[in-house]
């Protein structure tokens, strides 16, 4: 028989390591800058949201909006759109927000080329920086949503990413709270949380993630820039390299402005454009549609064929500088290894985008140092600083 006293002895001592580790653990997360509050910690009187700057003027950023997401936007809408935004408590074990993929400081993109999801499954694809989506057709790196609306609660219900079972799962969950219920009775005058209410704040919140505040927009400010044509307006405040590297980006050689195009610096996925598209209210299901995506000759077989045949969604370079790693596959680490691709990494793929052939022909878009020193010094200056400081987009649970 074993000895009573060893026995208690031994329990004594797991409790108290236990309790130290407890106790360590609690002291690591104090020293932690960014440790985690339980609540959402928000000001007395909402942020304001509904107006926002674009091209130095101020306007209602419901003017931008065309899909159903439109109705009851609110401050107190978006307030609750940014809870839900980071919150864990929308992730099966608590763990994972749509801010653990999506960081502010990296203009809503993460750092590594495949991020991370609940218990640690990786997702196939790099995640992508979440800007101006209000001026988006086309969503994901297939193109597949059509609107922030209907992509919302993909990400939710994706066993990737944070997976949740059911609506009534999401929804008893986040009822329970003890600030869920008071949260929807300011944005939708009900406290009943259903997945569809869900669905339209963490909408109003992604709508409301604007960015036309960066030197180049600044620097378009004034008589020209603010009707013209980003092409024909040199802005005010540019370096000559940054001119220089305008002037490359939007001509004739390089042809960058064709797809990365208009102020938003994306896809010309409008109808009847080569990149297809349909806007918002065309026809979307269309499976021939490319829906704003390209092929850009990466590989001669593709791992992921996107869209299909390798077409990707022509992203927005707005923020780029924050959003590497870069491409569908996170492939490259730096704005450098982007050009050299196009410089002299094309292959000839047989949909590898009319552009970059000639006679039919993969065709490599040549570029020498200097010229890609001033190409990635003008892409510098689309970095906005309030979308990534800005406190009313920020993480609401981290305690200063
Ligand atoms: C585990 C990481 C992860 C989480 C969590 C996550 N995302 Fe994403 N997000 C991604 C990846 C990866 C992509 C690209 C996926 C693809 O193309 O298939 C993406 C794409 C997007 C896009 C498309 C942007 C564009 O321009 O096309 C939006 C918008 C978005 N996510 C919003 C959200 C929202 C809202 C949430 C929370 C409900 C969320 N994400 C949660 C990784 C994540
Ligand atoms: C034929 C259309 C097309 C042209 C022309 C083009 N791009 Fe792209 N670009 C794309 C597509 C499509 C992707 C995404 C490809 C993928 O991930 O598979 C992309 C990706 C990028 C990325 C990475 C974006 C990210 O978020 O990961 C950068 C940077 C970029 N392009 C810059 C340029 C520059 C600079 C030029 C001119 C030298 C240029 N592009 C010309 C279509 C184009």
Redesign the pocket.
């Known amino acids: 028989m074993k000895n009573p006293t060893i026995l208690s002895v031994k329990v004594l001592l797991i409790i108290g390591s236990a309790s130290l580790m407890i106790f360590s653990a609690c002291k690591k997360s104090q020293s932690n800058a960014t440790s985690r509050s339980e609540t959402p910690i928000l000001p007395a009187t909402p942020y304001q949201y509904m107006t926002v700057e674009d091209g130095g003027k101020s306007i209602d950023i419901t003017e931008l909006i065309h899909d159903e997401s439109k109705t009851m936007v609110s401050d107190q809408s978006v307030t609750l759109g940014r809870v839900l935004f980071y919150d864990t408590k929308l992730s099966i074990n608590n763990t994972i927000s749509c801010g653990s993929c999506h960081k502010q400081a990296l203009g809503f993109a993460d750092n590594v080329a495949a991020s991370i999801g609940f218990s640690d499954r990786v997702t196939p694809r ?1 995640s ?2 979440i800007q101006n989506a209000v001026h988006n057709n086309n969503m994901f ?1 297939d193109s597949r949503a059509k609107s922030p609306m209907e992509l919302s609660m993909m990400p939710v219900f994706n066993h990737l990413e944070m997976g949740m079972e059911t609506d009534q799962m999401l929804e008893s969950k986040l009822s329970a709270t003890s600030y869920y219920p008071e949260l929807f009775q300011k944005a939708f005058g009900s406290s009943a949380i259903t997945k569809d209410k869900i669905a339209l704040a963490m909408t109003h919140f992604v709508n409301c993630l604007f960015s036309k505040q960066s030197k180049f927009d600044e620097g378009m400010k004034g008589p020209f820039g603010m009707l013209g044509d980003p092409s024909q307006v040199d802005p005010a405040n540019f370096t000559p390299l940054e001119l220089e590297g305008k002037k490359l ?1 939007f001509s004739e050689a ?3 402005s ?3 195009a208009g102020s938003n610096f994306s896809a010309p996925d409008f109808e009847g454009g080569s990149y297809g598209g349909g806007g918002f209210t065309g026809n979307n299901n269309d499976p021939n549609d490319p829906r704003g ?2 092929n ?1 000759g ?1 590989d001669y077989i593709y791992k992921d064929n ?1 869209r299909g045949g390798g077409k ?4 927005s ?1 707005r923020n ?1 500088a924050l ?1 590497g790693p ?3 596959d996170g492939r490259f680490k730096t ?1 450098d290894d ?2 050299n691709h ?1 410089s002299h990494g094309i292959k000839n793929h047989p949909n590898l ?1 009319e ?2 052939k000639v006679n039919g022909v993969a065709k490599n ?1 040549n ?1 020498n140092e200097g010229e890609k020193l001033a ?1 990635i010094s003008f ?1 510098n200056t689309l970095t906005d600083r309030n979308l990534i400081t800005n406190p009313k987009f920020s993480d609401p649970f981290v305690m200063h």
């Open positions: 790099n992508m920086s790196w980006f390089l042809k960058c064709q797809c990365h995506t390209a850009i990466l996107g990707f969604k022509i992203p370079l780029i959003t870069y491409m569908h704005l982007v050009l196009y985008d552009k970059f878009i570029m190409i892409l």
